[in-house]
């Protein structure tokens, strides 16, 4: 696997710290948009927008120009933002060989049709292997060598198993599954509730509270997750519960740093003024919303972070998801 080129897609900070594994053990080219930052990684190893405080592998190549990015590659890794996912996926066809793998890094729903971003690849680019590397990974931790786990799933389950060495290191340990679903899922919806855990952090409510916040958190993700698909042991493992407790209680998550602040009293249009990045939670919260009702799933929590940023409503989530609620068996 050694000889097998591999192409991500985006410049942020997890798309280029994905590359960057990949780097160690195959020809990696990364596309941006930016020229600053190809001209950074390509003279000196640094994604100086987002990652400017960690070296990047030495081999690792940049590039704007995007048919050069898709059209040789034999493994294709989308990192780009739900919204733009489509779109890009679109471009893709116009030069993507018809047999070449192709793994989202996105974690979240495209708004309008509430779709997965690998139902978008099918869509988009049909008749290709088609999977996801998700798990509890902060981009920040792994560039500094920190121990980290994750999960690559496709939907050729024998494929995830040769892919497994592109993206495993001596400190990054990649895991298979076949459960594409799951793990998607499990990255989509725990956005939403690392808002909501922030939130408590945020308005110091104590551990007790974070604690119920996200044990009934991961009930929700799992009552939905498999009754969209998902297997109950996927949402419960890497793919989603090790994802939801990173993203919620690390100062490193943007969606909870949002909740977080949120917490504190500010509004949210002026937070998400200071975020650089995009923040899935909150675009997800609607979506998360909609499914509950198509699916009929009980989710108060989610409920309740869909109002405080959808309909501006207080933010009180403890009492209202968690005390006000129905009562009944855990």
């Given at each position: 696997?050694s000889n097998?080129r591999?192409?991500?897609?985006?410049?942020g900070?997890?798309?280029?710290?994905?590359?960057?594994?990949?780097?160690?053990n195959?020809?990696?080219?990364?596309?941006?948009?930016?020229?600053?930052?190809?001209a950074?990684?390509?003279?000196r190893?640094?994604?100086?927008?987002?990652?400017p405080?960690?070296?990047?592998?030495?081999?690792?190549?940049a590039?704007?120009?995007?048919e050069?990015?898709?059209?040789d590659?034999?493994?294709?890794?989308m990192?780009?933002?739900?919204s733009?996912?489509?779109?890009t996926a679109?471009r893709?066809?116009q030069?993507?060989?018809p047999?070449?793998?192709?793994?989202?890094?996105?974690?979240?729903?495209?708004?309008?049709?509430?779709l997965r971003?690998t139902?978008?690849?099918e869509q988009?680019?049909?008749?290709?292997?088609?999977g996801v590397?998700?798990?509890?990974?902060l981009?920040k931790?792994?560039?500094?060598?920190?121990?980290?786990?994750g999960?690559?799933?496709?939907?050729?389950?024998h494929?995830?198993?040769?892919?497994?060495?592109?993206?495993?290191?001596?400190?990054?340990?990649v895991?298979?599954?076949?459960d594409?679903?799951g793990c998607?899922?499990?990255g989509?919806?725990?956005?939403v509730?690392?808002i909501?855990?922030?939130?408590?952090?945020?308005m110091?409510?104590?551990?007790?509270?974070?604690?119920?916040?996200?044990?009934?958190?991961?009930?929700e993700?799992?009552?939905?997750?498999?009754?969209?698909?998902?297997?109950p042991?996927?949402?419960?493992g890497?793919?989603?519960?090790?994802?939801?407790?990173?993203?919620?209680?690390?100062?490193?998550?943007?969606?909870?740093?949002?909740?977080r602040?949120?917490?504190?009293?500010?509004?949210?249009?002026?937070?998400?003024?200071d975020?650089?990045?995009?923040?899935?939670?909150v675009?997800?919260?609607?979506?998360?919303?909609?499914?509950?009702?198509?699916?009929?799933?009980?989710?108060?929590?989610?409920?309740?972070?869909?109002?405080v940023?959808w309909?501006?409503?207080?933010?009180d989530?403890v009492?209202?998801s968690?005390?006000?609620?129905r009562v009944?068996?855990e």
């Open positions: 696997m097998l591999v192409s991500v897609l985006g410049g900070s997890w798309g280029t710290t994905v590359a960057h594994l990949c780097a160690h195959t020809p990696t080219l990364i596309w941006a948009r930016d020229e600053a930052t190809v950074g990684i390509n003279e190893h640094v994604n100086e927008k987002y990652l405080d960690y070296e990047l592998h030495p081999n690792l190549r590039t704007t120009d995007f050069e990015a898709v059209r590659t034999d493994l294709l890794i990192g780009v933002p739900t733009a996912f489509r779109e679109q893709v066809s030069y993507l060989r047999w070449v793998p192709v793994v989202s890094l996105a974690k979240g729903f495209e708004a309008e049709s509430r971003m139902q978008i690849i988009e680019l049909p008749s290709r292997p088609v590397l998700t798990g509890p990974n981009a931790e792994i560039l500094a060598g920190n121990p980290a786990g999960v690559v799933a496709l939907t050729e389950f494929i995830a198993e040769r892919l497994q060495s592109i993206f495993t290191t001596p400190t990054f340990r895991f298979t599954h076949h594409v679903v998607e899922l499990g989509a919806l725990k956005n509730y690392a909501a855990a922030g939130s408590v952090e945020g110091g409510l104590g551990d007790n509270a974070r604690s119920a916040v996200l044990t009934r958190s991961l009930a993700l799992i009552d939905l997750g498999t009754r969209m698909g998902g297997e042991l996927t949402l419960a890497l793919a989603g519960m090790g994802d939801l407790l990173a993203t919620c209680i690390s100062p490193q998550s943007r969606n909870s740093q949002v909740g602040e949120l917490g504190k009293g500010r509004a949210l249009k002026e937070v998400l003024g975020m650089t990045q995009v923040v899935e939670g675009k997800s919260a609607k979506v998360v919303k909609e499914l509950a009702e198509t699916y009929d799933v009980h989710m108060p929590i989610a409920n309740q972070v869909y109002a940023c309909e501006d409503k207080p933010l989530l009492q209202d968690l005390l006000r609620g009944g068996h």
